[in-house]
């Protein structure tokens, strides 16, 4: 069974610690999440993200069972905060998220902000970039990497914006 809930920009907001539990079945959300509580998925079952608006929950996104799939385009978050993917939990997508912490499987692109961490019982799979990256001794990874330092980020755009100063003075 596929169950939807939503119809593009509608808010469903998440107070406290919500838990969302699909149990062999399907759920799409096709709305914004919001709120200050986190989304815990519960149950065997999948979870979809989707929708052409970012989601603005600010809580921590747990996968403990079951497949979360982020059907957002690659532009838009899906995920603000935190995503912790659990030992057996599942996610395929395009992540952007604050911090990414995978004890389960994950399958995609991954870009975090601050940090990613795969632990001993964590499987990752495609491309993942991060200021720091953490692979835990016994975790899988299999892909392609990419470190860089918020404050060589900065440099490199203020030189770009120094370059293209000059350019149009010239």
């Known amino acids: 069974d596929n169950n939807t809930w939503g119809t593009g920009p509608t808010l469903i907001s998440l107070p406290a610690s919500s838990v969302i539990t699909s149990n062999d079945d399907e759920l799409t959300l096709n709305a914004v999440l919001a709120g200050a509580g986190a989304m815990v998925k519960e149950g ?33 978050n899906a995920v603000i905060g935190t995503l912790t993917i659990g030992e057996s939990g599942q996610v ?12 389960g499987r994950f399958e995609g692109s991954c870009y975090a902000t601050e940090r990613l961490e795969i632990t001993r019982t964590g499987c990752v799979q495609g491309k993942v970039s991060a200021p720091a990256i953490v692979v835990a001794e016994g975790a899988v990874f299999l892909g392609s ?8 980020e900065k440099t490199t755009a203020a030189s770009a914006a120094v370059e293209k100063k000059v350019q149009t003075a010239e």
Do not use: P
């Not at 395929?92 to 912490?101: F, N, T």
């Not at 470190?147 to 060589?152: C, D, L, P, V």
């Open 145 to 152: 990497s990419e470190m860089s330092r918020k404050e060589k």
């Open 44 to 76: 065997t079952g999948g979870v979809t993200l989707f929708g052409t608006a970012a989601n603005t929950l600010t809580g921590a996104t747990v996968i403990n069972a079951g497949t979360l799939t982020l059907n957002k385009s690659a532009a838009t």
């Open 92 to 103: 395929k997508a395009e992540i952007r998220a604050k911090m990414v912490s995978v004890r």
